[in-house]
C-alpha cells in the first residue's frame, strides 16, 4: 500500500525562523463581509518554514531556486539514523559511513536527527549539525541534495559573527541543495521512499518554501 508522509512543518504566525530572519505573517487583505470573498496577504523570508537553500544562498554567482529542473527535486530517499546525537553534538562521517553504499548521484540524502520533535521549542535551536569533513565526504560520493529535520546542518548561533558554515559551504558550493526544517524522517527510515522537495518557483531566489513529502512503498 502506498502512503504519502507529509515532510513538512506548517506555516503559521509566531512560528520559529532562523535568528534575524523575517518572520511570517498571514493576514486578512479582504473579507466576505466587506469583499465577498477571502484573500491572504502573505510575508516570510525565503528560509521560512520547511524550505530549500540553492548555491546563490552562500555564493553570489551560484544557481537560484528557478535555474534547477522540477526533476533536481525528486528521487529515492537515503533517511540516514543519528537520533542518538545530542545537543550541539557533531555528525561525523564515522555516523555516515555505514550508508556510504548507498549514496550516490540522484540519491536524496535525509539526515534524521529526531530533531523536529523539538520545533517551536527553545531547544530546537541546539541541534545536532554536520561536520564539514562529513559533508565533504557526503558530496565526494556524488550526492547534491541534502535534507535535515533540524533548523540548519550547520551549527546555528545567535550571532552570526561565531558561525562556521562548512556543511553549507561544502554542499552549495558543489552546485547542490540543502533542505531544512523536514519532520517525521523518522516515519520513512529504512524504508523504500521517493521524495519531493520540490520548493515554489521563485525567480532569483537564494531559497523557497516547499511542502516536501514522501510517497513510501
Ligand atoms: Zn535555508
Not at 157 to 184: K, M, Q, V, Y
Request: net charge negative; aromatic share 8%.
Amino acid at each position: 500500500m502506498t502512503r504519502i508522509i507529509d515532510l513538512a512543518h506548517p506555516l503559521e504566525e509566531g512560528m520559529q525562523v532562523y535568528p534575524g530572519d523575517p518572520v511570517f505573517c498571514c493576514r486578512s487583505a479582504a473579507n466576505i463581509p466587506e469583499h465577498g470573498y477571502n484573500v491572504r496577504s502573505l510575508s516570510l523570508g525565503s528560509h521560512t518554514g520547511t524550505h530549500v537553500d540553492a548555491p546563490f544562498h552562500f555564493f553570489a554567482d551560484g544557481k537560484t531556486i528557478d535555474h534547477f529542473p522540477l526533476s533536481t527535486f525528486v528521487g529515492p530517499a537515503l533517511v540516514v539514523d543519528v537520533s542518538s546525537k545530542k545537543s550541539r553534538e557533531k555528525i561525523v562521517w564515522d555516523d555516515l559511513a555505514p550508508y556510504q553504499t548507498a549514496m550516490g548521484e540522484g540519491v536524496i540524502l535525509l539526515v534524521c536527527t529526531g530533531w523536529s520533535d523539538y520545533w517551536g521549542r527553545p531547544e530546537y535551536f541546539e541541534h545536532p549539525y554536520l561536520a564539514r569533513d562529513a559533508a565533504q565526504k557526503i558530496v565526494a560520493t556524488g550526492v547534491r541534495i541534502v535534507g535535515i529535520d533540524a533548523l540548519s546542518p550547520d551549527e546555528t548561533h545567535l550571532d552570526d559573527s561565531e558561525g562556521d558554515w562548512g556543511a553549507h559551504e561544502t554542499i552549495l558550493g558543489a552546485g547542490g541543495i540543502i533542505a531544512e526544517n523536514l519532520r517525521n524522517l523518522g516515519s520513512i527510515l529504512g524504508k523504500t521512499a521517493t521524495v519531493s522537495l520540490a520548493p515554489l518557483h521563485i525567480s532569483g531566489s537564494d531559497g523557497a518554501p516547499t511542502r516536501a513529502f514522501a510517497i513510501c512503498e
